[in-house]
């Protein structure tokens, strides 16, 4: 099962990734000077991001390319590997290539001739919708691996987003890893006793399931109860900002300056007008 | 069915992010009415359930291919509807962040697309419309299919028009539908199948478990209680019996007090002196309409079988209106 592997291992790199981070926060290592900001500061900026990403028009390929620049400038920032953002990025560029593959077939006029080889504008709009999945997929990798998913709860919770709904978000982050660890245990032990077997056989899709839920529910009873003990009352209380509100609100207006400057000027295309 | 940032314009983005949020408004004001705050992490862990249970493969039979269950109507199935939307979010917002499956822009259009309808379609209206009269498998198991089915259909259509209304693709509206909506009919068929043999198996081990089970098993209990005419039915042909035929074969031997009486005072009837005791004993003499269980005046069968009928109908009748008296006390005690 590589996708209950997989699922787990990125869990683990999510995890060791915030401890990184909050490591550098305290100054264990690197700068860290982000790491001080609001979690609510890189929601809304990714969210900003995202906006003015998926605003280009289908051929505005150079204009969209300049919106690397934000990711790169993230990504080493932060440290964080693209080439892992990257491989995140496969799944949606296989569900964009499917939604954009009719486009060379429907749109042939020619808009760019380089010797013999002509580029239509449905090729030019298909990368462009290829390159907007990679972007934004980016994107949210940069925010969970900056933030983590309980700084994100945290930035939900400075939204005034109901307090029921984080605390179901943060919860199903929480005990993630354990039922996927859980699920892995009993598919591991179904091969064992069924070997050379694809899957799971369908005489046994009720029980198997059934019983990784009821199993569910007892644990969900042993989550209330010890919350209960630890003074639960309706609100979950996870990590908290101690960081400059000043600095957060800051870097949101810089880099909300900066976006939307990539966002109006071709700044690739003035680049490459400079060249001799 | 996941939809991807790159797939929708920032303009249908904030029209689905409106609908949902509309919908998860409702169901926020749901969820707090109900006021049960063991819910949350039930649905937490559940959520992660969903998500973990997604990422195992279950082999089709002859096909080669594999499915998974389908969570909003799993969730509705064991949470209810609004819990149920609210822990799909939660899922949905978790599969976006962590494993890049569907988008953080895009997230208004996928909780439509993949809650809503699962939620509230399969739960509010075709679960409860197959649950109406009771809950059995096979109609966990139409319900579990149907409702698959349907909010699958309706969620790859509403991607197409999505899509569509966001202009990134220059397939035609209809060529798009006829490619998404086959594909998900047999992901629907599959993903109920799987849906339904987990329900079944809940139904079987822990029926309690299940969304609106209170009521059938309520029903249920009461039938194997029996209802409040059938016991004093029973009772009164139990009385009937034993009174008047069970009565005939009375032992004519002392009872245990009386015989204790007659061991100590060597007779079974105390003799009492007094004018007190005389005036109660003439009292008793005349209003006694069976004395000793038999008619005034004579030892016949039908007496004692008539006394033993009326005397039971007599006690039955004092329990009910002692138990009436008492609920009433208590309803008044309710009030104040």
Known sequence: MSKLKKAIQDIHLSDVSQKGQRGRGRGEAGSGAEISLH???????????????????????????????YLLILGIGREIRLREALRHTWPVLLLVSMVGIANPFVEREICWQ???????????????????????????????????????????????????????????????????????????????RAPGQKGIHFKVWGSFLGLLLLRSMDRAQTVYESMLLRGYQGEIRGREFRGSKGRSVAYVCLWAVALFFLRVVPVFELVGALLP | MHMADALVAPAVAGTMYVCSGAAMGYSIKKVRLANEPK????????????????????????????????????????????????????????????????????????????????????????????????????????????????????????????????????????????????????????????????????????????????????????????????????????????????SLAASSKPDGLEWSMERIAKTAELEAEGRAYEAAGKVQETTALLPDYGWKNSS????????????????????????????????????E
């Open chain 1, 39 to 69: 979690p609510l500061a890189y929601l809304l900026v990714t969210f900003f991001y995202l906006l003015l990403v998926v605003s280009f028009s289908k051929y505005d390929l150079s204009g969209l390319l300049s919106m690397v620049l």
């Open chain 1, 114 to 192: 380089w010797g013999e080889v002509g580029i239509s504008y449905g090729i030019i709009s298909m990368l462009t919708l290829m390159l907007k999945g990679i972007f934004c997929v980016m994107a949210s990798y940069l925010l969970v691996m900056g933030t983590g998913m309980e700084g994100i709860c945290l930035g939900l919770r400075s939204l005034h987003l109901p307090k029921e709904l984080v605390a179901v978000v943060f919860l199903i982050y929480r005990y993630l890893i354990v039922l996927l660890k859980e699920a892995e245990r009993m598919v591991l032990a179904y091969k064992l």
């Open chain 2, 39 to 246: 819910k949350i992490p039930v649905m937490g862990v559940m959520g992660a359930f969903v998500f973990a249970s997604q990422m195992i493969n279950f082999t089709i039979p002859g096909t080669g291919s594999s499915g998974h269950l389908c969570g909003g109507m799993m969730l509705s199935a064991i949470l209810g509807p609004e819990a149920g939307f609210l822990t799909m979010f939660g899922v949905l917002l978790v599969q976006c962040l962590l494993f890049a499956d569907g988008g953080l822009l895009a997230l208004g259009c996928n909780v439509w697309n993949m809650a809503f309808y699962g939620c509230f379609l399969g739960a509010m209206v075709l679960w409860k419309l197959f649950m109406k009269k009771g809950m059995t498998r096979k109609k966990i198991i139409g319900a579990s299919v149907a409702g698959c089915v349907l909010t699958l259909q309706l969620g790859a259509f509403s991607v197409a028009l999505e899509t569509l209304a966001s202009g990134v693709t220059e397939l035609p509206f209809g060529v798009f539908v006829a490619a998404m909506q086959p594909i998900h009919l047999a992901i629907g068929l599959v993903e109920g199948l799987i849906t339904a043999a987990v329900l079944v198996f809940i139904y079987e081990a822990r029926p309690e478990l299940l969304w609106g089970s209170e009521n059938f098993l309520a029903e249920e209990k009461r039938e194997g209680r029996m209802s409040y005419k059938g016991t004093v039915g029973v009772l009164l042909a139990a009385a009937i019996v034993i009174g008047g035929l069970v």
């Open chain 2, 300 to 335: 016949s069968a039908t007496g004692t079988s008539f006394s033993g009928i009326l005397g039971g109908s007599l006690v039955i009748g004092l329990c009910v209106f002692a138990c009436y008296l008492l609920r009433f006390f208590r309803g008044r005690e309710k009030k």
